[in-house]
T-cell receptor, first 116, second 113 residues
Framework: GAGVSQSPSNKVTEKGKDVELRCDPI?????LYWYRQSLGQGLEFLIY????????KSGLPSDRFSAERTGGSVSTLTIQRTQQEDSAVYLC??????????????FGEGSRLTVL | GNSVTQMEGPVTLSEEAFLTINCTYT??????LFWYVQYPGEGLQLLLK?????DKGSNKGFEATYRKETTSFHLEKGSVQVSDSAVYFC????????????FGSGTQLTVLP
């Protein structure tokens, strides 16, 4: 597509439920990144993919968080047993390639998650 | 590890005022430096960048100079407009193997007519 697309744009869930957030990167971009933006804080790096591989998962806050990418395109970030501290805006970005990453990332508008 | 510290907001200015948003960094190697902007209801977008010491990045009237001696990359604009109201993020990418962007906490700018 023309830009990075994320869905849902807004999600309200109850504590303890699982949620899935989807990211559709720019066509041809092999690198995909997930960040979390919490109120009053900067962007926290979660995970990146080069193709379908995620070489570094150390940014994921806990084992309740997981992410996958299939077909080198769409990625899903899954949060299990959500907690109130998971409330944030989850941002996805893509770039031409990790090895070609010059720092210019193309961001989606984000998925705002609210855990009640 | 890498880190970015930027001026806390919010910053409120009148139209045509001079803007400075301070940014300092800590990084291994020789990082590239960036300013990203997030307009209301939109995703982050790259505003400008500088890849080596003494480089000046510029775009839309904004400028920032890569100062290695002070590890700084302050954002400036001589005359702000209402349309510049947004959140501004300073960021860096290291020349090492951890090639993900490290962001500052963001500075909310509001420009009043």
């Amino acid at each position: 597509g023309a830009g990075v697309s994320q869905s849902p744009s807004n999600k309200v869930t109850e504590k303890g439920k699982d949620v899935e957030l989807r990211c559709d990167p720019i066509s041809g971009h092999t690198a995909l990144y997930w960040y979390r933006q919490s109120l009053g804080q900067g962007l926290e790096f979660l995970i990146y993919f080069q193709g379908n591989s995620a070489p570094d998962k150390s940014g994921l806050p806990s084992d309740r968080f997981s992410a996958e990418r299939t077909g080198g395109s769409v990625s899903t970030l899954t949060i299990q047993r959500t907690q109130q501290e998971d409330s944030a805006v989850y941002l996805c970005a893509s770039s031409l390639g990790w090895g070609l990453n010059t720092g210019e990332l193309f961001f989606g508008e984000g998925s705002r998650l609210t855990v009640l | 590890g890498n880190s970015v510290t930027q001026m806390e907001g919010p910053v409120t200015l009148s139209e045509e005022a001079f803007l400075t948003i301070n940014c300092t960094y800590t990084a291994t190697g020789y990082p590239s430096l960036f300013w990203y902007v997030q307009y209301p209801g939109e995703g982050l977008q790259l505003l400008l960048k500088a890849t080596k010491a003494d480089d000046k990045g510029s775009n839309k009237g904004f400028e920032a100079t890569y100062r290695k001696e002070t590890t700084s990359f302050h954002l400036e604009k001589g005359s702000v407009q209402v349309s510049d109201s947004a959140v501004y993020f300073c960021a860096l990418i290291s020349s090492g193997s951890a090639r993900q962007l490290t962001f500052g906490s963001g500075t909310q700018l509001t420009v009043l007519p």
